[in-house]
């Protein structure tokens, strides 16, 4: 049958002037049907929405799509709200033992922005994927609430980020009515961008080795973060504009087919930025992202490999050459492949990290549970982390799975989208979303080198958030056609066709889905099968750390004095030992990094106790981190008689042991000299000589003459 011709007279009088034909798009279904159907010849598809239009009343049947796609969004907004507000519950009841209506202000602040927001997006943005926004307030949620628990200072200024990027967003949306009108501003969008990315470079300000920040005004501000998206608009319009010529191969280098010199500037030039951001900031993460997004959005606008091959052999040659040169390279190549060479020194940020991924296990320790601060930057580069160790593998792994779906929603808008700028834009923004994912993510559990680029929507950082929302706004803003746009006329088949188009973004969306099983099946190795080899590492102590989060029992003579006991400081215990050196070498000590010794570690199990699982109120306790309360330990010394003992050893060294008679039972065990417990950290530490240490006890390790 004929498309793009009115083969009924009466029809096309009824529908008034003589309009350009419309093409059939795949992302439309079958052809003449919006949104599925029984397919009819085009031409005639665009009379017949219009007749059942005037049968159901007006625009009524054609805008009840639009308004159901919104009013998904709102049931999935009001869906994810429970999860969040669920993640805040737990971790105040883990850090006040009690939840209050007040704990509940945050998430209901969130729900309040998101449904601006959605308000927003009903009105300016209504054919817009219904999911990309809730997805976004679950990820920002989580991140706030774990936040919380990890510096509540960092979460309240979270908040207001947080708020400010929703506002960003919302007004993204109002002041960008079609990415084709940024599009004609390409040059001064790139120009932008590079300058961006390089500013750092020139007068940015160091941190944790890299040079990624500027100091404005007493704020920092990661530049990066919005060089990113003006990048992917100028690579978007500038491929959309030349992807035929840069598509025609008229030379050949090295047994490949190139096009003309003049049209490969932009791929040479984004190479050039990569290893400029490589070298003069030591960024390897945003190096490998930007020049990543490109090779994405390059190859989907072409389809030709060898852009990619070519693109992927200069990144390498350039990497390998900076590995030579440069010594930070070096050195985060040489913390990838073997962390534990320098576990106290370099190695120090990736060790922790997976030494709190193999506590996490499958389940997690429990929120409250964990030792995020033992891990520099735990708020921003290594949030992953915290998050995984506390609610363990299904934890970590449903957020990669969000993180996925919001990608994949993200290139369905690619898909669908109804010119190339949009579809462009769209598998840009989300391959730089993707990307960093991946990159942060692997870096924190082994997969890849470390860098030090922030996590989407989750970890701390006031214009890594405020970006983030931009990137959404834009992406909603792809998937929303404006009213009345029509497919542009050429190019539907061939390769460079909307239909080969639509097919390469799925093939990108293919290797995206290859990156976040990648990510789940390494944090299964993890978390799983190297925990215990994890735990046994003679450099982890998180096992007396972690006894920290725990209060244990006390030690108290036969007659009631009580010689050690644990107070509770910020979010962790310490012991206390009241009566000083009293009766130390029965008590002996406990120290976070040597360890335990006397009654403080032959009774350990009993001083710690464990949860006994007998009822429920067992299970919410551990979900919500309620620590179980420790046995005490009653000895058989009595006071008045150690007493005795040790005043009798006053300025000598010996030993007195009193027994009773009747029983064995011991009433007295004093060693000269003595030692207060709380310093015996720092006696191990000066590594005093066994014979003269105050730590040796003579009444069990001395010899003397019968």
Same mark, same amino acid.
């Given at each position: ?5 009115d ?5 096309r ?7 350009a ?7 439309? %279904?079958?052809r ?5 159907g ?7 598809g ?11 009343g007006?625009?009524g ?8 796609r919104r009013?998904t969004?709102?049931?999935?907004l009001?869906a994810?709200?429970?999860?969040i507000?669920?993640a805040?519950?737990?971790?105040h %009841?883990?850090?006040?033992r ?6 509940l202000?945050?998430?209901g602040?969130l729900l ?6 959605? !308000? ?5 943005a209504?054919n817009?994927?219904?999911a990309?926004?809730p ?7 989580v991140?706030?609430a ?5 510096d ?5 200024a979270q908040v ?6 929703v ?15 940024l ?8 120009l932008?961008?590079?300058?961006l990315?390089?500013?750092? !470079?020139v007068?940015g300000r160091?941190?944790?080795?890299a040079k990624l920040w500027?100091r ?6 990661q ?16 491929l959309?504009?030349?992807r035929e010529?840069?598509?025609?191969s ?9 096009p003309p ?17 490589l070298?003069a900031e ?9 020049f ?8 989907a !606008?072409?389809g #030709?490999p060898?852009?990619v ?11 390998? !050459?900076?590995y030579?040169v ?6 985060r ?8 060479a320098?576990?106290a ?5 990736l060790?922790q ?5 193999g =506590?996490?296990?499958m389940l ?8 995020p601060?033992r ?6 580069d290594? $949030?992953f982390?915290a998050?995984a160790?506390e ?6 792994? =449903? ?10 929603r993200?290139?369905?808008?690619a898909?669908?989208a109804r010119?190339d ?11 730089t ?9 692997g ?9 030090g680029i922030?996590?989407?929507?989750v970890s701390?950082g ?6 983030n ?12 056609a404006? #009213? ?11 390769a ?6 639509a097919?390469r973004?799925?093939?990108v969306t293919?290797a995206?889905s290859?990156?976040f ?10 978390q799983?099968?190297?925990?215990d080899?994890?735990a046994?590492n ?13 209060? #244990? ?6 007659d ?6 644990s ?13 000083g050196?009293?009766a ?24 710690l106790?464990e ?5 429920v109120?067992?299970? $919410?306790?551990?979900?919500? %981190?309620?620590?179980?309360p420790?046995?005490?330990v009653?000895l058989?010394?009595?006071? #008045?008689v ?5 005043a =009798? ?14 029983t064995?039972?011991?009433?007295a065990?004093a060693?000269?000299?003595d030692?207060d417990?709380?310093?015996?950290g ?6 005093t =000589?066994?014979a003269?240490?105050?730590l040796?006890?003579r009444a069990?390790?001395?010899l003397?003459?019968?």
């Amino acid at each position: 049958m004929a498309r793009g011709r009115d083969h009924d007279p009466g029809l096309r009088a009824a529908a008034g002037p003589r309009r350009a034909p419309r093409r059939w798009h795949p992302a439309e %279904g079958p052809r003449g049907c919006l949104g599925g159907g029984r397919a009819v010849p085009h031409a005639r598809g665009r009379h017949d929405v219009r007749a059942r239009d005037r049968r159901a009343g007006g625009a009524g049947a054609v805008s009840l799509a639009v308004r159901t796609r919104r009013d998904t969004e709102l049931l999935l907004l009001l869906a994810a709200m429970p999860v969040i507000a669920l993640a805040f519950a737990l971790v105040h %009841g883990a850090s006040d033992r009690t939840v209050a209506w007040t704990d509940l202000a945050v998430p209901g602040g969130l729900l309040g922005a998101f449904l601006v927001a959605h !308000a927003v997006a009903r009105r300016f943005a209504r054919n817009a994927d219904p999911a990309a926004l809730p997805i976004a307030a679950l990820l920002s949620g989580v991140g706030l609430a774990f936040l919380t628990r990890l510096d509540p200072a960092l979460a309240t200024a979270q908040v207001l980020w947080l708020f400010a990027g929703v506002a960003v967003m919302a007004a993204t949306l109002v002041l960008v009515p079609s990415l084709e009108t940024l599009a004609r501003y390409k040059y001064t969008t790139a120009l932008a961008g590079v300058v961006l990315l390089l500013l750092p !470079a020139v007068i940015g300000r160091e941190v944790n080795g890299a040079k990624l920040w500027l100091r404005v005004g007493g704020m920092s501000f990661q530049p990066a973060e919005v060089a990113k998206i003006l990048l992917v608009l100028f690579f978007a319009a500038y491929l959309s504009e030349n992807r035929e010529v840069l598509s025609v191969s008229t030379k050949r280098a090295l047994g490949v087919w190139l096009p003309p010199a003049r049209r490969l500037g932009p791929l040479l030039a984004m190479w050039a930025v990569s290893l400029v951001v490589l070298v003069a900031e030591r960024d390897l993460g945003s190096s490998l992202l930007f020049f990543g997004v490109f090779l994405v959005m390059i190859y989907a !606008a072409t389809g #030709r490999p060898a852009y990619v091959l070519v693109g992927l052999g200069l990144f390498g040659a350039g990497a390998s !050459a900076a590995y030579a040169v440069f010594t930070h390279v070096q050195s985060r190549i040489a913390i990838w492949l073997d962390p534990f060479a320098d576990a106290a020194g370099r190695g120090y940020q990736l060790v922790q990290s997976l030494f709190a991924l193999g =506590a996490g296990g499958m389940l997690g320790t429990g929120i409250g549970h964990g030792f995020p601060g033992r891990i520099p930057f735990v708020a921003t580069d290594f $949030i992953f982390t915290a998050i995984a160790e506390e609610i363990g593998l299904l934890g970590g792994a =449903a957020l990669i799975l969000a993180y996925f779906a919001l990608c994949a929603r993200g290139m369905a808008t690619a898909v669908r989208a109804r010119s190339d700028m949009n579809a462009l834009t769209a598998a840009g923004l989300v391959a730089t979303l993707g990307l960093q994912t991946f990159v942060i993510i692997g870096g924190v559990t082994r997969l890849i080198p470390l860098t030090g680029i922030t996590l989407p929507f989750v970890s701390y950082g006031g214009s890594s958030m405020l970006s983030n929302f931009i990137l959404l706004a834009l992406l909603m803003r792809a998937g929303d056609a404006p #009213r009345g746009e029509e497919v542009p006329e050429a190019g539907l088949t061939g390769a460079l066709g909307r239909v080969a188009l639509a097919l390469r973004v799925r093939g990108v969306t293919g290797a995206l889905s290859l990156l976040f099983v990648a990510l789940i099946v390494n944090l299964t190795w993890v978390q799983v099968f190297q925990a215990d080899a994890l735990a046994a590492n003679p450099a982890n102590t998180r096992g007396l750390a972690e006894e920290m989060a725990r209060p #244990r029992g006390e030690v108290v003579t036969t007659d009631g004095k009580v010689l050690a006991r644990s107070v509770k400081r910020g979010d962790a215990y310490e012991r206390e030992y009241p009566e000083g050196a009293f009766a130390s070498h029965v008590l002996g000590y406990w120290d976070a990094k040597y360890g335990r010794a006397g009654i403080e570690a032959a009774m350990n199990d009993a001083l710690l106790s464990e949860r006994a699982y007998s009822n429920v109120g067992d299970l $919410i306790d551990e979900a919500a %981190g309620v620590p179980v309360p420790g046995n005490d330990v009653v000895l058989t010394l009595d006071s #008045r008689v150690q007493e005795a003992a040790e005043a =009798a050893l006053a300025g000598h060294r010996g030993a007195v042991v009193v027994l009773d008679p009747r029983t064995g039972a011991v009433l007295a065990l004093a060693s000269a000299p003595d030692f207060d417990p709380k310093e015996a950290g720092d006696i191990l530490g000066r590594r005093t =000589a066994v014979a003269g240490s105050p730590l040796t006890d003579r009444a069990t390790d001395g010899l003397y003459p019968p």
